[in-house]
């Protein structure tokens, strides 16, 4: 079966900024395929280049089946784009919004279908709501079933819970599995790695190019070594010292707490007490944690941050 999104070589340049660099992948029927990244990773130029709004200046870009490069307007009517800043149309209400995108795709109100966004969101209530008078969080499942309202087979979410409050958030992505549940595929950009978690699979980003992709599983289990959970007094003066004695990838600093990556179980104590030695630094606690995706990225960026220096 031909993927519903692959991406063969990939590069896209703004001037003198790259901000893809000879990307590659591929997206399975009905997948949730995360894209995590900080500010600047390329998340968002690449969901503008799937869409078709962009186009890429090497590399192939094929979405169910066809070459973008040359059947992008046949393709658009396929693709659901949900950007950071989706235009609702504050005069119009809940209803009259979902009529307009449906009219804008070129698709007809399915009433059945409408009635169902609007019951699975809990906006059925609100049909002839102002989307202006919306909370936060219902501007965004009203946003989301606009681009879901015409049937798109392909949902691009380019960072779609930033700035909603935490119960609204998890609405969202109930909403989301329950969607990609009946078969809908979905790539969405996402800085949050605890969303990025709940994806199949997950492309970690940095600066245009991919550090690594895989399930969150995997990823965290292909870190060599153990992670264990340090805290210490004081904390900041704790991570410098070990990063003078480990790799930089090794020692991330967390809030409050250290993660730290050690070959061998075997290791600690004696670092620990090289720690302690001169009285300066005070251990509180170090116990064996699994490692987070956040942890994962880190440690990916640091070592390639360490290797190209």
């Known amino acids: 079966m031909t993927p519903p999104l692959e991406l063969h070589a990939v590069t896209k340049r703004f001037g003198p900024l790259t901000a893809l660099a000879g990307v590659s992948l591929s997206v399975a029927e009905g997948e949730m395929f995360g894209l995590v990244g900080p500010d600047g990773a390329g998340k968002t130029t690449l969901l503008r280049l799937v869409a078709g709004i962009a186009r890429a200046d090497e590399g192939i870009v094929r979405v169910l089946g066809h070459d973008l490069t040359t059947e992008a307007r046949r393709i658009r009517p396929f693709i659901g784009y949900m950007a950071q800043r989706f235009s609702l149309y504050g005069d119009l209400s809940v209803e009259e919004n979902l009529r307009f995108f449906a009219h804008l795709h070129g698709a007809g109100i399915e009433r059945a279908w409408q009635e169902r966004l609007l019951e699975i969101t809990s ?45 609204a958030r998890r609405q969202f992505w109930e909403l989301l599995v329950e969607f990609q549940q009946e078969g809908l595929t979905i790539v969405l950009a996402t800085p949050y ?5 709940r994806c199949h699979r997950v492309a970690l980003l940095h600066q245009g190019r991919i550090l690594a992709l895989d399930t969150p599983q995997a990823l965290q289990a292909a870190l060599p070594g153990r992670f264990f959970e340090l805290m210490a007094t004081p904390i900041r003066e704790a991570a410098r010292r070990l990063r003078t004695w480990l ?9 409050n707490r250290i993660h730290l990556l050690l070959d061998h179980d075997d290791e600690l104590t004696p670092l620990l007490g090289r720690l302690e030695a001169d009285g300066a630094v005070r251990v509180h606690d170090c116990q064996p944690i699994t490692p987070t995706l956040e942890d994962v990225f880190l440690a990916h960026l640091t070592a390639q941050s360490t290797t190209l220096k």
């Open 123 to 167: 906006l059925a209530p609100f049909r002839r709501r102002r989307a202006e008078h919306l909370s936060g969080g219902m501007k965004q499942k009203l946003a989301l079933i606009c681009t879901l309202v015409y049937r798109p087979r392909l949902l691009l979410l380019d960072e779609p819970t930033t700035g909603v409050d935490p119960v």
């Open 247 to 255: 790799e930089a990838h090794r020692v991330q600093l967390i809030g």
């Open 193 to 197: 790695l605890d969303e990025a978690e």
